[in-house]
Structure formats: C-alpha cells, structure tokens
C-alpha cells in the first residue's frame, strides 16, 4: 500500500449517544460539521487548529486526528510521514457531541483519502478502527454511516452496527451550555452504579424499543421513548444545570435528554421562539442543525 495522492480533506457530523433509554448503544448523526484537511510533508508534522480548542489541543503528533490518521495508513500496510494538517473544529470539545469519534473517524477518512487502494478502509473497516481507537461503537457509528444507528460489541469485541429508520424531517435543537461547562466521559461514568435493579432494566428496554418507534415516524411516542432510568439520574450530581434544563423542558413536553455524557441537552424536536431565547438570555447555545443522513464524507 502506498500514499498516492497529495492532499485529502473530510467533513465529519457531530453525534449523539445514549438518547435517554439506548444507553451505549443509540446514536444519530447532525448537520453540524468538523472539517480537516491534510498533505504529506517532509519534515516534522504541524497542525492548524480553527475554532473550537484552537489554543489547547496538540498541534504536532499527539493531535487526536493525526493518531488516528497513523492508525489507519498502519492498519493497511501503507507508510508513514510528516503531515500538514489543518481542522476547523465546530463540535464542542468534553460537550456529549461525539467531538473524540469525529476526530477518530476523520484521522481515519483521512487515510483513505490519500492511499492507492481506498478500499482497503471502507466504512466497515473505519467503524471498526474508529470503535477499537475510541472506545465505545455508539459515537462512531453514526459518525461513519450517519442517521440513526444502533450500535453493539458481539462476544469477541466485534463492534456491530445497523441503520435505525428516522424520519430526517424530524426536528431536533442541540443546546450547549456555557462555554465554562465540560464534563469528560469519563468523569461522567464514573458517577454510574455496576449494577441497577431489575425493574430499571425492564423500563429501559421497554422504552428503547419505543423510542425507535417514534424516530421512525411516530412523534406522539417521544415523549415515552426518551424515559430513561439508566443513566441520567446517576449524573444529576455531576450535570445540575443540564439536568435541571432537560426536567424544565420536559414539564413542558419537549421530549429533551442528555445528549450522550452531557452536558449538552438533545431535544427531538424544535424549540418555540420564547424557550429558544430564555436559553440563550442564560448564556445557552441553540443549534438546530437537523439530522445528517451521509455520515463522514471526503471532501476532495
């Protein structure tokens, strides 16, 4: 395998997980885009870094996508070299919008982009190295293939994926807390119990199994379909204000959860003009993006 091509480019959607009940397991794609492109150098590699994390993320091999990026030309066989990188970050670093599996899976596209043999790294291979690279299948899932995904790791540490129907009219806002908020997955699961009662279990599958449903087409089951008893709750501690936002909206019939580890808040619909502006009257970020239906794409 070799590197042919001089210059590789790729757009890759923000995520969400869990979407109240599918704890580590739903995930949907967004109109809402990380952008990076790349060209072999000679020499050391250097990053430039646009927008989000501009002044704190690495700008030389330890930058996430350039490890991901070396991942995938190792996985093929193809060689190394010093890379000219440039990213425009959009999606909220440490905000529950999938910002570690975009930069995996855009290091990895990235990759394809420049070998002989593109598909050596089809998106199999990627959602498979991406998910090995990243740790968890259901951020990678729909950051690959886009829409709605359901995603699963099969005994032997196979991560698996499928297309979950959704209807793409469907409306959802994503709202980003002040810029002074961030929690890691990590901090965020280590509030969660080993274990949880059966009946907990019994409601989560029961309301899973609705909410894709209601993705499907069927809006009046949102409101079921997003109940969660698995998750959420444990985090109240750690996201008091997300917490205390998604109970407001839910009060009020907005089928609103953490968006994946939090802290920023999914609502599967659109927001009236009154809430929109009392969010962001309180520092909040609004965003309606829609639902991206494509998944990470090379751009040239």
């Known amino acids: 395998m070799r590197i042919v091509y001089e210059r590789a480019a790729v757009r890759v959607p923000a995520t969400t997980a869990n979407m109240g009940p599918g704890f580590d397991s739903f995930g949907m794609a967004f109109r809402y885009y990380d ?23 690495p700008t030389d091999d330890d930058n996430l996508v350039v490890r991901a990026l070396r991942a995938g030309l190792d996985a093929v066989g193809a060689p190394q070299a010093g890379f000219e990188m440039r990213c425009l970050n959009r999606i909220p670093h440490g905000g529950g919008m ?23 790294l089809d998106n199999d291979r990627i ?39 959704v209807d793409a009219s469907l409306g959802v806002s994503l709202l980003i807390p002040p810029s002074t908020t961030r929690l890691s997955t990590k901090e ?5 119990p080993v274990s949880v009662p059966r009946e907990d279990a019994l409601f989560n599958t029961s309301r899973a199994a609705v909410l894709m449903l ?25 996201l008091p204000a997300s917490m205390a936002v ?24 659109t927001l009236a003009e009154q809430t929109r502006f009392t969010l962001e009257n309180h520092g909040w970020s ?3 993006p829609g639902i991206d239906t494509r998944g990470a794409v090379l751009t040239s």
């Not at 999938?98 to 050596?120: C, D, K, Q």
């Not at 899932?141 to 005994?155: I, L």
């Not at 965020?188 to 969660?192: D, F, K, S």
């Not at 969660?228 to 109240?236: F, K, T, V």
């Open 98 to 120: 999938g910002s570690s599996a975009s930069a995996a899976v855009a290091g990895l596209m990235l990759a394809r982009g420049l070998i002989s043999e593109p598909e050596a």
């Open 35 to 57: 952008e990076v492109s790349v060209r072999p150098i000679t020499g050391v590699t250097r990053v430039i870094v646009e927008g989000v994390g501009a002044e704190t993320v």
């Open 127 to 165: 959602f498979s190295l991406a998910t090995e690279f990243e740790g968890h299948p259901d951020n990678v899932a729909p950051a690959v293939f886009g829409g709605a995904t359901v995603a699963w790791v099969e005994r032997g540490g196979h991560p698996r994926m499928a297309p979950m129907p």
């Open 286 to 288: 609004v965003l309606s």
């Open 188 to 192: 965020a699961r280590q509030v969660l």
């Open 214 to 238: 209601a993705l499907a087409g069927r809006p009046d089951l949102l409101m079921a379909g997003t109940e969660d008893r698995l998750h959420q709750e444990y985090r109240r501690g750690v």
């Open 246 to 269: 998604m109970d407001s909206l839910r009060e009020q019939g907005y089928p609103a959860v953490i968006s994946g580890a939090g802290p920023t808040v999914l609502v599967l619909s």
